[in-house]
């Protein structure tokens, strides 16, 4: 039977009223899903320096002001949204909607939501913006390497609520994959599959994570004395510039879910020293016409992955910067936590910096294996290969990491040392029952400070080519500089609890 005979309901609602995909969204489109869903207003979302979702809601009041909305934008003040990296008197904004990302707001019923593009008073794309850095890092790489590059991340967040019944209690550090009823949010999961899947259409699968905290300690009121669950949420690939805006709205859904159902989701690096911290591992993917070109025919890692690799070997401490922006960020990067500490690569290997996963490259139809019965044969994409960076967590700000992993790709193909990087960072077997395989390649980054002087001296690996503006450099020094905590001396441990908790909402 054809696909075309299934009837999916995971899709973007503007779609089925106008029977078109998203790519293919027009102004005079969103005229008649007003009329039609008994639309009020339009909100339009961007996201900040602080890495969240803003907004501003704008009232249906005719066809003539809709349109103007729609074809002219707003203004918003950028001073704001930009604090220490745009004057006040130069403050106005527009923010003009892009058409492709319009959803229905689950949250808000009778609005008609957009993500939207800072724009200057000349009408270009503002500089500084994260998305706009991030749209630009990729034209250069697309321009110069004529190449596709894919990302999907991987939001990992604990949920935090009141105790319940003391019944199929989880172990700590055990409750990976698990199942209700020893799973506890399986409902609130769910709703969060379901919206994210219909606004982002990128969802590729869900599930309980590590971490389980039975009773959490804190002089935070909200989270004092309650249970934490840790869940995950994993995108299928998408472009990189899509996959940055997928990954603030499924944060901003997350959120929105929790709060609905009276308890918090929160992506703090760390919530307790004795639990699996939250990171944010992305992957990249690199593609030609469509097609993923991470391996050769013979299943071998192509030339183009490699270098892919030894990109991100050279941009891995400065890319915390922008992946690691808090104190607690550095206490989830430990030894003997899944969580890298050195800078290396290895395949299938859960504590490298850069992992090589499982990809199908070279097997296919499996079900075969296990369904011999089966007559007929699936042809689905054979290659699958992802490359994954497993330093970033919760409290990323995901455009300029992106932004950053872009540059990271765009370096490999310009330079011929690349391969040899790669080489060179490479850890065959275990490394976590061999020290000795890792103790001679470089640290990461161990603090906020430390991050910021590495970003420093390499800051022209951002600026060149006037990708990243030096303006936002500076900014991003200055807001590691002022997370100065000392982390040494654990005996303190309240100390060390009132680091990590104060970061509840990043």
Same mark, same amino acid.
């Given at each position: ?353 850069? !992992?090589? &996963?499982? %990809?199908? @490259?070279? =097997?296919?139809? $499996? ?7 089966? #007559?007929?044969? /699936? ?10 960076? !497993?330093? &970033?967590? %919760?409290? @990323?700000? =995901?455009?300029? $990491? ?7 790709? #765009?370096?490999? /193909? ?14 065959? %077997?275990? @490394? ?75």
């Amino acid at each position: 039977m054809s696909s075309n005979n299934f009837s999916y309901s995971l899709i973007n609602p503007i779609s089925v009223v106008l029977d078109k995909p998203s790519k293919d969204f027009q102004r005079g489109d969103f005229l008649k899903v007003i009329k039609k869903k008994n639309i009020e207003r339009i909100t339009f979302h961007y996201t900040a320096m602080d890495g969240r979702l803003k907004e501003l809601k704008l009232p249906v009041t005719s066809s003539h002001n809709t349109e103007l909305i729609l074809a002219e934008g707003e203004r918003v003040d950028g001073s704001s949204l930009f604090k220490g990296i745009i004057d006040n008197d130069v403050s106005d904004l527009y923010v003009m909607p892009e058409y492709k990302t319009a959803f229905l707001n689950p949250f808000d019923k009778g609005s008609l939501d957009f993500i939207c593009r800072y724009l200057t008073k000349d009408g270009e794309r503002a500089c500084f913006a994260p998305d706009n850095i991030l749209a630009k890092s990729y034209k250069l790489f697309h321009v110069n390497t004529e190449l596709e590059l894919y990302a999907l991340g991987e939001l990992e967040f604990y949920l935090v609520r009141d105790k319940g019944q003391n019944l199929y209690s989880i172990l700590p550090q055990e409750a990976y994959h698990e199942s209700a009823p020893f799973r506890k949010n399986g409902d609130i999961l769910n709703e969060i599959i379901r919206l994210t899947s219909e606004i982002t259409g990128a969802v590729k699968y869900a599930h309980s994570e590590v971490g389980f905290i039975e009773t959490i300690e804190s002089e935070i009121e909200q989270i004092n004395g309650k249970q934490a669950e840790q869940l995950e949420l994993e995108f299928s690939t998408k472009s990189i510039e899509e996959m940055a805006d997928a990954l603030v709205v499924g944060r901003w859904i997350i959120r929105n879910v929790a709060y609905q159902h009276g308890c918090l989701a929160t992506f703090v690096p760390k919530l307790d020293e004795n639990a699996a911290g939250n990171g944010l591992h992305v992957h990249l993917e690199l593609k030609k016409d469509g097609k993923n070109i991470m391996r050769n025919m013979d299943g071998k890692l192509s030339e183009e992955a490699i270098r892919l690799i030894g990109g991100l070997c050279k941009y891995a401490d400065s890319l915390t910067a922008f992946g690691n922006t808090v104190t607690s960020s550095y206490l989830r990067l430990v030894p003997d936590q899944e969580a890298p500490t050195r800078i290396y690569c290895s395949e299938l290997n859960r504590s490298a910096l850069i !992992r090589i &996963p499982l %990809g199908w @490259s070279n =097997v296919y139809d $499996l079900a075969r294996v296990v369904n011999p019965h089966e #007559e007929s044969i /699936f042809e689905g994409a054979r290659r699958r290969q992802t490359v994954e960076l !497993r330093s &970033p967590d %919760g409290s @990323s700000l =995901v455009h300029l $990491l992106l932004a950053g992993m872009t540059m990271s790709a #765009e370096w490999a /193909f310009k330079e011929s040392n690349s391969l040899k990087l790669a080489e060179k960072f490479y850890v065959k %077997g275990n @490394s976590v029952q061999d020290e000795e395989n890792i103790s001679d390649f470089p640290m990461l980054p161990a603090s906020c400070v430390e991050s910021s002087k590495v970003l420093l001296e390499k800051r022209e690996l951002y600026e060149r080519e006037r990708i990243f503006p030096s303006s936002v450099i500076e900014y991003i020094v200055n807001l590691l500089k002022k997370e100065n905590y000392d982390l040494k001396g654990y005996e303190r441990l309240d100390e060390i609890k009132r680091i990590m908790h104060k970061d509840l909402y990043c």
